[in-house]
């Protein structure tokens, strides 16, 4: 009897040893998981989370964003089309890791483009553009305005074939929140609508202050408070406060 018992507990030992191990190679293997080597390319940035991974790899003629997740690995996704391949030589492009999500970011002396990314659910979360103007004094920092790309086209995007344009296209923008921003051209003529054929006579000058509440196709929604307090509210094209 004594025998058959630890024959018993010897096998019960196994298997659970054996089942162990299992559960551990599988968490690691969801830990280390990573972006393939390929090649003639580098890996350029890399981001691992716990059961997927994000990264850039390039050469001298393409460069590509690659995502892999342990739920779909048969669906690895590979994009083309977002980077470009001076944009890793000169380090204008990098990715950052917020949480649960991968940041890739496009930076540039003036404008910042920024793509948010559930690399688990492979899906965009939001995508925004910044652009640094002058401050509303001569002595301050510069301001920011920034415009994210609207909701429709995020939950229709693919990311296996998005490009900046298909994000980042003008008529594709809504402005991301009021700000307040100082007219930069000598003389900013007023339209009635952003789709007004023509301007209207009234115009702002350089150093105006207004607040933009709305963007459309290029054009921003101001409202302007005058030295008697009267408010008016119309368009604006956005090189008048670049």
Excluded at 3 to 14: C, H, N, P, R
Excluded at 64 to 82: A, F, M, V
Excluded at 187 to 212: F, H, Q
Aim: charged share 25%.
């Amino acid at each position: 009897m004594p025998t058959m018992i630890l024959k018993l507990i010897g096998k019960k030992t196994i298997y659970a040893a054996a089942l162990f191990a299992t559960l551990f190679n599988t968490a690691n293997a969801n830990t280390d998981l990573e972006c393939p080597q390929y090649l003639n390319y580098t890996k350029y940035s890399e981001i691992k989370f716990k059961d997927s991974a994000i990264c850039i790899i390039s050469n001298n003629e393409l460069a590509k964003l690659i995502l892999i997740n342990n739920k779909h690995p048969e669906s690895r996704i590979e994009n083309s089309t977002l980077i470009e391949p001076s944009e890793v030589q000169e380090k204008t492009v990098h990715l950052e890791h917020i949480g649960d999500q991968a940041n890739l970011y496009f930076e540039h002396s003036k404008n910042t483009y920024l793509i948010a990314i559930d690399v688990r659910n492979r899906k965009l979360l939001y995508a925004t553009h910044t652009m640094k103007v002058p401050g509303l004094k001569e002595d301050l920092a510069d301001s920011e305005l920034t415009l994210r790309t609207e909701n429709s086209t995020l939950n229709s995007a693919n990311l296996k074939d998005i490009t900046k344009d298909s994000l980042f296209n003008k008529n594709k923008l809504t402005i991301s929140s009021e700000t307040k921003l100082k007219i930069t051209s000598p003389k900013a003529y007023l339209l009635d609508s952003p789709t007004a054929p023509s301007p209207t006579k009234m115009y702002l000058i350089k150093g105006d202050e207004v607040s933009a509440t709305e963007y459309k196709d290029g054009k921003l929604k101001i409202r302007y408070t005058t030295s008697k307090g009267k408010i008016i509210e119309k368009w604006i094209n956005i090189s008048s406060v670049l």
